[in-house]
């Protein structure tokens, strides 16, 4: 291929630069002040990579984001920005891009895209942002950065200019910033590059934030929030006291977005585009819950709720949500209710809502009480996944496994289940007794996960355990554990291959 050697080894290292332009250094790029830009995120290309190959690299970085205790599995706060997301990805004319989109738990302003259009945003981002359209105009940024292909634009013009010195800083930055190094690690791993290969980088990328900003403006509009809402970010980004632009490499602070950027993002705004937009009662619970993952403990998010002032908006509903869910992690547990019953009462369509009280009453000790409400929400919004994640949660804790299990199966054959919520189906199978299917759903889990070893014995411990099992499924786990052998034979001859590429390199 034009852009990349094939061998194996240097095709890693292209996907390792490709992720380096997709994940700026966290807290540095936090800390840029005048010079603030988001990261330059974007889609690897197929001359490049498979879409296959993109997925595997995307999963396995998003596993040592879990493993890192970053990943939120909140299902509350996921659906609300995968909602937003999908909406904004229908109007980006994406062709056959898929978009995948997930919150990391950590405070600085950030968000990133990882191949294969998985697309992840901090809950430092969801607070910081003023209303629902500047929040949109992130996400339609890092959209526009996939469906613009910036990742193969940025290798096509690298070549030659030391692609395996780039994967390593890749490499410190990701690991320094996104899994919770500090920043003098970064700053190291910045100045020890070579000058002017991430001179040309950067100079690179300003042009692709420039077309983000301009096709993220349409999907903004397209998508019928305010298309002000990126540039308003910006501006919002800029006024932030934390973000000193000293803590960064001086050749990294080139491009004041309070001044350039802003004026170019906001001049490709016509008047006809312009709407005013009222944020969603989602979007105000999504950025409570954001500020009660990132507060040290729920005692002090339970402070700050309460001391927030009221504002005789729809954003007060976020604020007694965000007090009703610290309440009920501090076990006050009657106060918790009253809060809540009282925000259902003015809000009684909020899927969030809904869930928050069912979980009051199952903490209360009111099991019969808390399957009505589930049952309530499920009849008013059948086929929500969160709802029925968070209802098989009560089950499994009331002794209820069984019914748990058959609830999962439901969102099973529909195709609806997540990494968290196989886990549980695992958990709901194995307390009900169905020790093969346990074992067989633990196996997928560590599938999602990445971990072929675990997903191979889960199956082999399976397939034991169906010994008295009818034929169908024996069969269906034989075939899976096939399948898994398959592909653990890839994965080696792959290393192998690679093993080679190494030391018949030069140098």
């Given at each position: 291929m034009r852009n990349c050697p094939r061998p194996t080894a240097q095709r890693a290292?292209?996907?390792?630069?490709?992720?380096?332009?997709?994940?700026?250094?966290?807290?540095?790029?936090?800390q840029l002040g005048q010079g603030q830009e988001l990261p330059d995120m974007?889609?690897?290309?197929?001359?490049?990579?498979?879409?296959?190959?993109?997925?595997?690299?995307?999963?396995?970085?998003i596993e040592r984001i879990r493993r890192a205790g970053k990943l939120v599995a909140d299902p509350e706060i996921n659906e609300y920005v995968s909602d937003v997301g999908k909406r904004l990805a229908y109007r980006a004319q994406n062709g056959d891009h898929q978009f995948h989109f997930?919150?990391?738990?950590?405070?600085?302003?950030?968000?990133?895209a990882l191949p294969g259009g998985y697309i992840g945003i901090h809950t430092g981002l969801i607070e910081a942002t003023a209303n629902e359209s500047e929040l949109a105009g992130?996400?339609?940024h890092e959209i526009a950065h996939v469906t613009q292909q910036h990742i193969s634009r940025q290798l096509q013009s690298m070549r030659g200019t030391g692609i395996m010195s780039m994967a390593m800083l890749m490499g410190a930055l990701l690991v320094g910033g996104l899994l919770g190094g500090g920043g003098d690690m970064m700053q190291g791993a910045l100045m020890a590059s070579q000058g002017m290969a991430l001179q040309q980088r950067i100079n690179f990328t300003r042009a692709h934030e420039y077309e983000a900003d301009r096709i993220g403006v349409g999907i903004l509009a397209e998508a019928g929030f305010d298309p002000r809402g990126l540039p308003s970010f910006f501006e919002t980004l800029s006024r932030k006291e934390s973000l000193a632009s000293a803590a960064v490499p001086e050749i990294l602070r080139t491009h004041p977005v309070?001044?350039?950027?802003?004026?170019?993002?906001?001049?490709?705004?016509?008047?006809?585009?312009?709407?005013?937009?009222?944020?969603?009662?989602?979007?105000?619970?999504?950025?409570?819950?954001?500020?009660?993952?990132?507060?040290?403990?729920?005692?002090?998010?339970?402070?700050?709720?309460?001391?927030?002032?009221?504002?005789?908006?729809?954003?007060?509903?976020?604020?007694?949500?965000?007090?009703?869910?610290?309440?009920?992690?501090?076990?006050?547990?009657?106060?918790?209710?009253?809060?809540?019953?009282?925000?259902?009462?003015?809000?009684?369509?909020?899927?969030?809502?809904?869930?928050?009280?069912?979980?009051?009453?199952?903490?209360a000790g009111n099991e019969a009480e808390a399957r009505r409400s589930f049952e309530d929400a499920l009849r008013l919004f059948p086929g929500n996944a969160g709802i029925a994640h968070r209802y098989a949660e009560t089950l499994i804790?009331?002794?209820?496994?069984?019914?748990?299990?058959?609830l999962l199966l439901e969102y099973l054959i529909n195709d609806k289940l997540n990494l968290e919520t196989t886990r549980l189906l695992a958990q709901?199978?194995?307390?009900?007794?169905?020790?093969?299917?346990?074992?067989?759903?633990?196996?997928?889990?560590?599938?999602?996960?990445?971990?072929?070893?675990?997903?191979?014995?889960?199956?082999?411990?399976?397939?034991?355990?169906?010994e008295q099992s009818d034929e169908v499924r024996r069969s269906r786990i034989e075939a899976r554990l096939e399948q898994v052998e398959l592909m653990g034979?890839?994965?080696?001859?792959r290393k192998e291959k690679e093993n080679r590429d190494e030391e018949e390199s030069p140098g």
């Open positions: 290292a292209c996907a390792a630069l490709a992720l380096l332009l997709c994940a700026q250094s966290l807290p540095a790029r936090a974007g889609s690897l290309a197929d001359s490049v990579l498979t879409r296959a190959e993109e997925r595997e690299i995307a999963l396995n970085i997930f919150v990391v738990q950590d405070p600085s302003i950030n968000a990133f992130v996400l339609a309070s001044l350039n950027r802003v004026a170019e993002a906001r001049s490709r705004i016509a008047p006809q585009m312009i709407r005013e937009v009222d944020s969603s009662l989602n979007y105000y619970l999504a950025q409570a819950q954001a500020r009660l993952l990132d507060s040290e403990n729920p005692e002090l998010a339970l402070r700050r709720f309460r001391a927030q002032p009221l504002t005789e908006t729809p954003g007060d509903a976020g604020k007694f949500y965000g007090e009703g869910l610290a309440l009920l992690e501090t076990g006050q547990v009657a106060q918790a209710r009253d809060v809540l019953r009282t925000l259902l009462n003015e809000y009684p369509d909020s899927i969030p809502l809904r869930i928050a009280e069912a979980r009051a009453a199952a903490a804790a009331g002794g209820q496994a069984p019914k748990a299990r058959e709901a199978s194995g307390e009900s007794g169905q020790v093969a299917d346990a074992h067989y759903f633990m196996a997928e889990y560590e599938l999602m996960r990445r971990n072929l070893n675990g997903a191979h014995t889960q199956l082999q411990l399976a397939l034991k355990a169906s034979e890839k994965g080696g001859k």
